[in-house]
């Protein structure tokens, strides 16, 4: 379903990508894994059109670059930052969203009741809590109902409850409809949860490729705790601990 072959970005003189080659199949969920500046976000904004790049990426068979208002149909996309006006109704931003991707959003409550937001289409963006606004967000991705969902760090801003909240919507929705997701996190329990492979990013290069199982045992196996003794006569309870920073 997406093709990315030697997908190359530059930013003047700095190479944000290089040379990077992804392949995920109908009905997979793909996981983006790297630090900050790894290439996640510059990967998903080629994909998404944002940028230019070098290279090729193909959505379902067409090229992003030559096709990329069908591309663009063809994706769902939920970004690490949301953009909507405080004043603006729920109903409002789905009608409107809908416009824009040229499909009807027939019933604005049944797209909400999608992503538990039912009864809420009558409020104010500036009323909704942080977590609402991001399920509203995958509420818009989803109208038109695209093979492809991509997602950036999108609980990023939320709190551990409403991370888990997200999360497990995701997963209900993933293996209800089989789609095709691409979305890049740090959260190791996000990737457990959505993602059947693993695309670890190194600056800008593909450092290796993993079943999840694999990607899991070898980050859990990578936290080393060492303990210090303060001094050597004081009791265990004196001993200062220094956790060894985990590998990602």
């Given at each position: 379903?997406?093709?990315i072959?030697?997908?190359?970005?530059?930013?003047?003189?700095?190479?944000?990508?290089?040379?990077?080659?992804?392949?995920?199949?109908?009905?997979?969920?793909?996981?983006?894994?790297?630090?900050?500046?790894?290439?996640?976000?510059?990967?998903?904004?080629c994909?998404t059109?944002?940028?230019?790049?070098?290279?090729?990426?193909?959505?379902?068979?067409?090229?992003?670059?030559?096709?990329?208002?069908?591309?663009?149909?063809?994706?769902?996309?939920?970004?690490q930052?949301?953009?909507?006006?405080?004043?603006?109704?729920?109903?409002?931003?789905?009608?409107?969203?809908?416009t824009?991707?040229?499909?009807?959003?027939?019933?604005?409550?049944?797209?909400?009741?999608r992503?538990?937001?039912?009864?809420?289409?009558?409020?104010?963006?500036?009323?909704?809590?942080?977590?609402?606004?991001?399920?509203?967000?995958l509420?818009?991705?989803?109208?038109?109902?695209?093979?492809v969902l991509?997602?950036?760090?999108?609980?990023?801003?939320?709190d551990?409850?409403?991370?888990?909240?997200f999360?497990?919507?995701?997963?209900?929705?993933?293996q209800?409809?089989?789609?095709?997701?691409?979305?890049a996190?740090h959260?190791?329990?996000?990737?457990?949860?959505?993602a059947?492979?693993?695309?670890?990013?190194?600056?800008g290069?593909?450092a290796d490729?993993?079943?999840?199982?694999?990607?899991?045992?070898?980050?859990?196996?990578?936290?080393?705790?060492?303990?210090?003794?303060?001094?050597?006569?004081d009791?265990?309870?004196?001993?200062?601990?220094?956790?060894?920073?985990?590998?990602?």
């Amino acid at each position: 379903m997406i093709q990315i072959n030697h997908l190359t970005k530059r930013f003047g003189r700095s190479v944000a990508v290089d040379n990077v080659s992804i392949r995920v199949l109908p009905g997979e969920s793909v996981a983006l894994w790297g630090a900050n500046g790894a290439g996640k976000t510059t990967i998903i904004r080629c994909l998404t059109g944002l940028y230019r790049y070098e290279g090729t990426i193909q959505v379902d068979g067409h090229d992003a670059v030559r096709h990329g208002k069908r591309v663009r149909q063809q994706i769902g996309y939920v970004p690490q930052e949301l953009g909507f006006y405080d004043d603006l109704r729920v109903s409002a931003a789905i009608e409107f969203f809908a416009t824009l991707r040229g499909v009807s959003a027939t019933s604005t409550d049944a797209v909400l009741a999608r992503v538990q937001l039912d009864g809420h289409a009558r409020k104010r963006m500036r009323e909704l809590s942080g977590g609402m606004k991001q399920r509203l967000a995958l509420a818009i991705a989803l109208i038109g109902d695209p093979p492809v969902l991509v997602l950036d760090e999108v609980t990023a801003s939320l709190d551990s409850a409403g991370r888990r909240e997200f999360v497990a919507l995701l997963a209900a929705l993933a293996q209800a409809d089989g789609r095709c997701v691409l979305f890049a996190s740090h959260r190791l329990e996000e990737i457990e949860a959505l993602a059947s492979r693993v695309i670890l990013l190194d600056r800008g290069h593909v450092a290796d490729d993993l079943d999840v199982y694999a990607f899991a045992s070898r980050v859990k196996g990578s936290a080393v705790l060492h303990l210090t003794p303060a001094d050597p006569v004081d009791d265990f309870e004196a001993a200062s601990t220094q956790l060894i920073e985990r590998q990602a």
